[in-house]
C-alpha cells in the first residue's frame, strides 16, 4: 500500500538538542496528524493539523501543515530521554477520506 | 471516555491454525475501525477497515479476513495461518470527519 516518505529514518541525538523530521507525498491531504509509538505499544496521537499553513504546538513538540497540502514538519525542542521512540506522520488523502496514510517511521535515540 | 480493547496481548501459534483476534471500543458509537499489521521495525500496513455493521474493505489481498459482527467490535482471523503471519497486529478507531485514529495496546502474533 501507499506510504509517505518521512525523513531521516532514524536519529541519534544528545540530551537537549533540538529534532526535526518532516513527510512528504505526492498526493493531496486534507489531515496531518503525528503519532510515538513506544516498543511493544500501539502509536500514541501526538498533534493534528486541519488546514493548510496550520502551525501547532503542544508542549515542546510543534507541527505545521505545509502549504502545499502535500507535506509536514515536526519539530522536538530541549529533547529528554523520554522522547525515545518510533514517530510517525499520517495523513487523511483528498482521494479516500475513510483511511489514514502513514509514513515509514523515524526513530529517534536520545542520549544522555 | 472512549477506550479500545485489543486481546490477546501475544500469541503464539502453529503453522496452519486458525486465528482469531478481538477488537471492541467502548465509549462511543459508530465508529470505524481498522486492522494494521507492523512488521519488526516497520511501518504500519493497513489490512482491512469498515465505516459500519457488516461492511468490510480489504486493502491487501492475504489469507487474513475481518468481520464486525457488532458496532463496536472488530475481528481479524484466518483459517490457517502462514509464518508471514507473523507480526503486531494494531486495531484502531475513528469518528468525525477528520478520521483521527486512536489505537489499541497491540497483538504480538508469532506463527511458529
Known amino acids: 500500500g501507499q506510504q509517505l516518505n518521512q525523513s531521516p529514518q532514524s536519529m541519534f541525538i544528545q540530551e537537549g538538542e533540538d529534532v526535526s523530521m518532516n513527510c512528504t507525498s505526492s498526493?493531496?491531504?486534507?489531515?496531518w496528524l503525528w503519532y510515538k509509538q513506544d516498543p511493544g505499544e500501539g502509536p500514541v496521537l501526538l498533534i493534528a493539523l486541519y488546514k493548510a499553513g496550520e502551525l501547532t504546538s503542544n508542549g515542546r513538540l510543534t507541527a505545521q501543515f505545509g502549504i502545499t497540502r502535500k507535506d509536514s514538519f515536526l519539530n522536538i525542542s530541549a529533547s529528554i530521554p523520554s522522547d525515545v521512540g518510533i514517530y510517525f506522520c499520517?495523513?487523511?488523502?483528498?482521494?479516500?477520506?475513510?483511511?489514514?496514510?502513514f509514513g515509514t517511521g523515524t526513530r529517534l535515540q536520545v542520549f544522555p | 471516555s472512549q477506550t479500545i480493547h485489543q486481546w490477546p496481548a501475544t500469541l503464539v501459534q502453529p503453522v496452519g491454525s486458525p486465528l482469531s483476534l478481538e477488537c471492541t471500543v467502548e465509549g462511543t458509537s459508530n465508529p470505524n475501525l481498522y486492522w494494521y499489521r507492523q512488521a519488526a521495525g516497520r511501518g504500519l500496513q493497513l489490512l482491512f477497515y469498515?465505516?459500519?455493521?457488516?461492511?468490510i474493505s480489504s486493502e491487501v489481498p492475504q489469507n487474513l479476513s475481518a468481520s464486525r459482527p457488532q458496532d463496536r467490535q472488530f475481528i481479524l482471523s484466518s483459517k490457517k495461518l502462514l509464518l508471514s503471519d507473523s507480526g503486531f497486529y494494531l486495531c484502531a478507531w475513528s469518528v468525525g470527519q477528520y478520521n483521527i485514529q486512536y489505537f489499541g495496546a497491540g497483538t504480538r502474533l508469532s506463527v511458529l
Open positions: 469498515s465505516v459500519g455493521i457488516g461492511q
Open positions: 498526493s493531496i491531504f486534507n489531515t
Open positions: 499520517a495523513g487523511r488523502p483528498a482521494y479516500n477520506t475513510d483511511k489514514l496514510i
